[in-house]
């Protein structure tokens, strides 16, 4: 059995649950699979804040025919052969998960699911089923680190859509975010410190996605959340300032979005004789089109083409 039809397998009994809940992904890496996902994607309020009535024919009209070719090009060179890597590390997630708190007697009915905010497995279906499952507790683990109305807020949006269909009602908690928290911190020095060990130590840029700076401006915590993570990380790391920096990345869109950008940042190392950098993306708790194309990838090559000697991407936590 798949893993994403393991999660719509309605358990035998009530209980607790728990659910993670990611961004989603197109189910191939063709044009008409991109443009399904990033038309639910961009379409969603908390994603572009735009008036509909402005948004909408710009996003049909010019957006998917232009974008949809080019992301599915991007999706082509890192695609696994098991599918999206998004949806392999998330199926791994959930399974590791699950080995960890069910492998014992002392949790017997908790349930562990995944579900996707624009794709499937989808958050409405997989919670239909709970519903009909008669589930007595809820967890929500958002898979956002630092906390956003971009992400987190649409993870809100969809639980509590989902739950109006709902007459018995299941104890509920949604965690909010866990971007200063201590094992999470721990986790990821870790995986620096075990990648240094077999690549050698260098200058660390740790790179978030971006959101608009008008984000910031009507109280998104999410850039102040970004910077204390990177924070936390250096310190544990004990790393002084001259070798380390914050960036972010995936623009989208005419609007200034948080600086600085991490194209801009590793073309500029090298002119800061940064000759080896290491990259580490902590927004994501899993490797994606973002991590492994945008980063790995395309920041490399921006990186080497600007001067760079040396270039090192960290991979995700996925399900260590």
């Known amino acids: 059995m798949t893993d994403s039809a393991r999660s719509l397998d309605a358990p035998s009994h009530g209980g607790c649950a728990l659910l993670l809940v990611n961004t989603g992904t197109p189910d191939a ?50 695609w696994q052969s098991e599918g999206s890597p998004l949806r392999v590390h998330s199926s791994e997630l959930r399974a590791a998960l699950e080995r960890e708190l069910c492998g014992g007697d002392s949790h017997p009915q908790l349930r562990v699911d995944h579900g996707f905010l624009y794709s499937a497995p989808d958050v409405g279906r997989i919670l239909d089923v709970l519903r009909d499952a008669r589930l007595q507790r809820l967890l929500v683990l958002p898979l956002f680190p630092q906390t956003s109305g971009t992400t987190t807020g649409a993870v809100y949006d969809q639980v509590a859509r989902a739950l109006r269909r709902w007459r018995a009602l299941p104890e509920l908690r949604i965690v909010a975010g866990y971007h200063d928290d201590p094992q999470y911190i721990a986790a990821l020095a870790a995986s620096v410190t075990e990648h240094w060990q077999h690549h050698g130590r260098s200058y660390l840029l740790i790179s978030f996605h971006g959101i608009p700076e008008a984000c910031v401006r009507r109280g998104d915590a999410y850039a102040d959340q970004c910077r204390e993570t990177a924070s936390l990380l250096a310190a544990a790391l004990q790393l002084p300032a001259r070798q380390w920096d914050v960036s972010f990345q995936s623009r989208f869109g005419a609007a200034r979005w948080l600086s600085p950008a991490t194209a801009a940042t590793l073309q500029e190392l090298p002119r800061r004789e940064v000759r080896a950098v290491s990259v580490i993306c902590p927004g994501f708790a899993v490797d994606c089109l973002e991590t492994l194309e945008e980063i790995a990838l395309e920041g490399r090559a921006l990186f080497l083409k600007a001067g760079g000697e040396r270039f090192d991407y960290v991979p995700a936590l996925n399900a260590r």
């Open 29 to 78: 890496p063709r044009s008409g699979a991109v443009r399904r996902f990033l038309a639910r994607f961009l379409s969603d309020r908390r994603v572009v804040e735009l008036p509909r009535a402005l948004w909408l024919p710009l996003l049909y009209g010019l957006v998917l025919p232009l974008r949809s070719p080019r992301s599915a090009h991007r999706y082509r060179l890192i």
